[in-house]
């Protein structure tokens, strides 16, 4: 949701506009969980920002890429912006798995020193075994190398590992990897979730507030 209000925000500003181009919200939930490149070239093409950028001396979605990082960081991904938007119930799922002495990490399609901030605004970066970021793999979401990579940071195999995810593209590259997972949706991924067909939709979590029966059924399910 930052991110794609981030991109709204300058996206506004390149086109001259008096405000956030609304239109960036709508090409984010169409990639969301993609990595940042995939994110900016879809904003560059859908809001036409080829010309608006025409001065800048890296590629278009580099240089918008950079502008959103910029702008992101400086104005939504802030401590009180980011708990507006984090998910408590997957929050308190991490802490009770890390507390109970399973391994617990984070891949991402996020760089690693972004993804790191942000785990330690919300407190729960000590918590991780691993943090895993796109710019450790070659290839990122839907491509199955972050999770394989993690699992291997880890030490587990592949189908001892339950990911939970919160986008069809995630959820593409934990099941290409041959994991278990569990999908939480959001404002923008739940009209992808109910479209994909590679997840079973009782594993899809719709109302946060029976992410723990769910998980505690598939874990139940899986021995």
């Not at 001259?16 to 984010?28: H, K, N, Q």
């Not at 793999?137 to 592949?158: M, R, S």
Request: proline share 3%.
């Amino acid at each position: 949701m930052l991110k794609a209000k981030a991109y709204a925000a300058v996206s506004g500003d390149l086109l001259g506009m008096d405000g956030p181009d609304e239109r960036a919200i709508d090409v984010y939930r169409g990639i969301v969980g993609a990595t940042d490149e995939t994110a900016a070239r879809a904003m560059v093409d859908g809001l036409g920002l080829t010309d608006a950028l025409g001065d800048a001396t890296e590629e278009p979605w580099l240089a918008l890429s950079w502008l959103q990082m910029e702008r992101y960081r400086s104005e939504f991904a802030t401590g009180d912006g980011l708990r507006s938007v984090a998910y408590p119930h997957a929050l308190d799922l991490l802490r009770i798995q890390a507390a109970s002495g399973t391994s617990v990490a984070v891949a991402t399609s996020s760089h690693t020193d972004a993804a790191a901030r942000v785990t330690e605004e919300l407190g729960i970066r000590a918590l991780l075994d691993a943090l895993v970021g796109r710019d450790q793999v070659t290839n990122g979401k839907p491509y199955p190398e972050i999770y394989l990579k993690t699992a291997d940071i880890l030490g587990v195999t592949p189908d001892e590992v339950v990911v939970v995810e919160d986008s069809a593209t995630g959820l593409e590259a934990a099941v290409r990897a041959g994991m278990r997972c569990i999908a939480i949706a959001s404002v923008f991924s739940s009209e992808g979730l109910r479209a994909q067909t590679l997840l079973r939709q009782d594993w899809c979590v719709y109302d946060p507030e029976t992410l723990k029966a769910v998980v505690e059924r598939h874990l139940s399910e899986a021995r």
